[in-house]
């Protein structure tokens, strides 16, 4: 009797876990559409603790050769990333100290045509899921006695799971987002090169009649009879 109510105790604590795992892992994601003028350029904040994962990914969908400039700045006004004329990316990277860190987008090369990027920032809040994750150790030690050890084991691959399970929705999540992006962009510039295509052809087609109509007039006068009085 005693070694079945541990064992549900077991399998509910697990479950527990799992609930408390999913919610601690799940990271946080700004989604945001921006519009940056001709010889502009937009910043945006994040403060986050050291060691935080952070990720930014970006798509510019619209204007001109869709190319902006892109430079991460940290708390400590040192250069982090930079790139120069760029339509997409993506670039992760672990926070080294606390504080703001900048995401800017320039626009500063066109002289006057907008720009309209898709972006996503992806932090990651690693100190508090340290915090949770040593609550509820201590939580779960101290009401499962002798069998915490192997709750520990079953609570640290149920851990490594939500975090490739997280990390792989993720992905898809923004992949989808930027097919969703590619897949517009496409088709506005197949629409473009098709209606382009359509007033060529056009434009061609009355030109052949044209010069058809101009060679019979022209034939019909060189063989017309004149007669002098």
């Known amino acids: 009797m005693m070694m079945t109510n541990l064992t549900i105790f077991k399998s509910k604590s697990i479950a527990i876990w799992a609930l408390i795992s999913i919610c601690c892992f799940v990271n946080i994601v700004h989604s945001y559409f921006l519009v940056i003028d001709a010889h502009g350029e937009?910043?945006?904040?994040?403060?986050?603790?050291?060691?935080?994962?952070?990720?930014?990914?970006?798509?510019?969908?619209?204007?001109?050769?869709?190319?902006?400039?892109?430079s991460?700045?940290?708390?400590?006004?040192?250069?982090?990333?930079?790139?120069?004329r760029v339509s997409s990316g993506k670039y992760t990277f672990a926070a080294h100290m606390d504080g703001d860190y900048q995401y800017c987008f320039g626009n500063k090369m066109s002289s006057m045509t907008p720009k309209v990027v898709m972006f996503s920032m992806d932090v990651e809040e690693k100190a508090k899921l340290d915090t949770k994750d040593g609550q509820h150790h201590d939580s779960l030690a101290s009401a499962s006695g002798s069998s915490g050890s192997s709750n520990t084991n079953d609570h640290n691959k149920l851990e490594e799971m939500v975090?490739?399970?997280?990390?792989?929705?993720s992905s898809v999540k923004h992949e989808q987002e930027y097919m969703t992006v590619r897949d517009r962009i496409h088709r506005q510039i197949n629409d473009s090169t098709n209606s382009r295509v359509l007033l060529w052809a056009c434009f061609e087609a009355l030109l052949l009649v044209a010069i058809t109509l101009g060679q019979v007039f022209y034939l019909k006068r060189f063989f017309e009879v004149r007669r002098v009085v």
């Open 42 to 70: 937009e910043c945006f904040f994040e403060r986050v603790a050291s060691g935080t994962k952070m990720g930014l990914t970006f798509e510019v969908v619209e204007g001109g050769f869709l190319d902006l400039d892109l």
């Open 72 to 84: 991460i700045v940290g708390p400590d006004h040192k250069e982090i990333h930079h790139e120069e």
């Open 163 to 169: 975090k490739e399970l997280t990390s792989g929705l």
